[in-house]
T-cell receptor, first 115, second 115 residues
Framework: DSGVTQTPKHLITATGQRVTLRCSPR?????VYWYQQSLDQGLQFLIQ???????AKGNILERFSAQQFPDLHSELNLSSLELGDSALYFC??????????????FGPGTRLTVL | AQTVTQSQPEMSVQEAETVTLSCTYD???????LFWYKQPPSRQMILVIR??????QNATENRFSVNFQKAAKSFSLKISDSQLGDAAMYFC????????????FGTGTRLKVLA
């Protein structure tokens, strides 16, 4: 158990709908990263938040948005869903360890199925 | 832009034998981190091993070791005494040491372990 929690574990919805994925980072971790893993592909970086502010953006679609709240949990909002959005969505949180190394811990993922 | 390439979509190894998974990457940075992650059927991302680019010594974790060739931008994973539990997808990943700490993943290698 990495200490990063994601809800829900599974989500089935229809095209055109909107969903919200939630991530709770490990206690004290300020950074949250979102990744998308389509079927049998590597993880693709979507977006990073640090202490409530957007820090970096990857190839995130305009239909997708995210935010990090004061309690540091994060939500990824996916709207106007398409079949191709079906994927596993991972959240990771990171902490800076002694010596300066930044360790990332992955949550269990949310599997989104768009029908 | 940094890229990570895994040219072996699938590999097989006999139980108790040794297998090597290949990874190449491209970057203009001189300092960075490289990782191997294991993704079993549960889909959890499990860190196998980490290599810091400025360290000449190859990282080792029990039965897992890497062959890091910085000049060739190559980072292979050797699994010794393969076990049935090693069967999984293996992803190579790159991360900078400064700026955003997003991971760049390869497309993965599916490892099958034969009894």
């Amino acid at each position: 158990d990495s200490g990063v929690t994601q809800t829900p574990k599974h989500l089935i919805t229809a095209t055109g709908q909107r969903v919200t994925l939630r991530c709770s980072p490990r206690s004290g971790d300020l950074s949250v990263y979102w990744y998308q893993q389509s079927l049998d592909q590597g993880l693709q970086f979507l977006i990073q938040y640090y202490n409530g502010e957007e820090r970096a953006k990857g190839n995130i679609l305009e239909r997708f948005s995210a935010q990090q709240f004061p309690d540091l949990h994060s939500e990824l909002n996916l709207s106007s869903l398409e079949l191709g959005d079906s994927a596993l969505y991972f959240c990771a949180s990171s902490v800076r360890l002694a010596g300066g190394y930044n360790e990332q811990f992955f949550g269990p993922g949310t599997r989104l199925t768009v029908l | 832009a940094q890229t990570v390439t895994q040219s072996q979509p699938e590999m097989s190894v006999q139980e108790a034998e040794t297998v090597t998974l290949s990874c190449t990457y491209d970057t203009s940075e001189s300092d960075y981190y490289l990782f191997w992650y294991k993704q079993p059927p549960s889909r959890q991302m499990i860190l196998v091993i980490r290599q810091e680019a400025y360290k000449q010594q190859n990282a080792t974790e029990n039965r897992f070791s890497v062959n890091f060739q910085k000049a060739a931008k190559s980072f292979s994973l050797k699994i010794s005494d393969s076990q049935l539990g090693d069967a999984a997808m293996y992803f190579c990943a790159y991360r900078r040491t400064s700026g955003t700490y997003k991971y760049i993943f390869g497309t993965g290698t599916r490892l099958k372990v034969l009894a």
